[in-house]
């Protein structure tokens, strides 16, 4: 049994354990599936992986963990009818490296309780309307830096805002550091910026 | 705390750290939940199920009437109406996951490529 870790593209340095494999023009990754019951153990090795490779390669497309086939023509089969796609997605994503923002905090007053319906919704209007406030003035400028983003949908507080960018591989300081700026305007929130990671939120193209 | 893989990968940020990193522990909840077959578990599973449509229905409808709201278009009248609708419906959610011992985490599905539907 093998599990496919990444589709790449310039793979300077296979690292040791894997196998590259060329399937109508693209690079996959793979590798023996090692028996792991402890799922969240599995998931470190999965990522630890596909980090491996992102350092290695001008363009990765990490794959979710638990693809595995019989074989590698199992894989070719799978693989043969979405090569078109991957090698666009590649492109894509060539040069770049995934950067979250997440921004947390309890924008409620502490003990507060609704009276009636009226009060529960302005209770509810605050954190939305900061949301809003956040997209405008935290997300807009940083989306103007990035490739592509993605943005989880508003919620409930305390996470007011999560979202992905794709970012230049070289801008990534530069980038964290107008996020932790752009952050420090608002006090009562936190604002934590991580990365780089391989393109995750970009691998399958837009949602 | 810098010991923690996630917090390997911080770039920068502003606000309380200690909180971040506690969050940063809960990321095994990320794993896609199942609903087990075993008999003693499956009713619970699928309460999981129907709650996490439940809340997001809630939060679409939610999404909508503050977008409303905001926008000045609703009376007082129908701002204290939907609120009253809105509350009752989160206090019988609350009632109905501490009933099947679900925390507000526990309300979500992975949709593979599409992210997680919460």
Redesign the interface.
């Known amino acids: 049994m093998i599990r496919l870790y990444a589709f790449v593209d310039g793979l300077r340095v296979l690292p040791s354990g894997l196998r590259l494999m060329r399937i109508h023009g693209v690079d996959a990754v793979a590798g023996e599936v090692r028996n792991c019951d402890d799922?969240?153990q599995a998931?470190?090795v999965h990522g630890r992986v596909v980090e491996s490779l992102r350092e290695q390669a001008d363009a990765l497309l990490p794959v979710?963990l638990g693809e595995d086939f019989v074989d590698e023509a199992a894989l070719a089969i799978a693989v043969a009818p979405r090569a078109h796609g991957l090698r666009a997605r590649l492109d894509d994503v060539r040069g770049c490296v995934e950067?979250g923002v997440?921004v947390?905090?309890d924008v409620s007053s502490p003990g507060e309780e609704?009276r009636?319906?009226?009060?529960?919704?302005r209770m509810?209007?605050e954190p939305?309307?900061l949301r809003?406030a956040l997209e405008e003035s935290l997300h807009a400028p940083l989306e103007r830096r990035a490739r592509a983003t993605?943005v989880?949908?508003?919620?409930?507080a305390p996470v007011m805002l999560e979202a992905s960018y794709l970012v230049s591989a070289g801008a990534?300081?530069d980038f964290?550091?107008e996020?932790?700026e752009l952050?420090?305007a608002?006090?009562r929130?936190?604002?934590?910026?991580?990365?780089?990671?391989a393109p995750y939120?970009f691998?399958?193209g837009e949602? | 705390m810098r010991d923690d893989?996630?917090l390997t990968?911080?770039?920068?940020?502003?606000?309380?750290?200690d909180?971040?990193a506690r969050?940063a522990g809960g990321a095994?909840n990320a794993?896609p939940s199942r609903i087990g077959a075993d008999p003693e578990t499956v009713e619970r599973g699928l309460a999981q199920l129907v709650l996490t449509l439940v809340e997001l229905l809630r939060?679409l409808m939610?999404?909508q009437?503050?977008?409303r709201?905001?926008e000045g278009v609703l009376t007082?009248e129908e701002?204290?109406?939907?609120?009253?609708?809105?509350?009752k419906l989160a206090e019988r959610m609350d009632e109905l996951k501490a009933e099947f011992g679900l925390e507000d985490e526990d309300l979500n599905l992975q949709l593979?490529?599409?992210?997680?539907l919460?």
């Open positions: 799922r969240l998931a470190v979710r950067v997440r947390v905090g609704p009636d319906g009226a009060s529960y919704m509810r209007l939305w309307r809003n993605r989880a949908p508003f919620g409930a990534v300081e964290a550091g996020a932790v952050g420090s608002w006090p929130l936190s604002v934590t910026c991580t990365g780089p990671w939120s691998a399958e949602a | 893989p996630v990968k911080l770039l920068g940020s502003t606000g309380d750290l909180g971040v969050r095994v794993f939060q939610e999404r009437a503050l977008r709201m905001d007082d701002i204290e109406r939907m609120g009253e609708t809105f509350m593979g490529p599409l992210g997680s919460l």
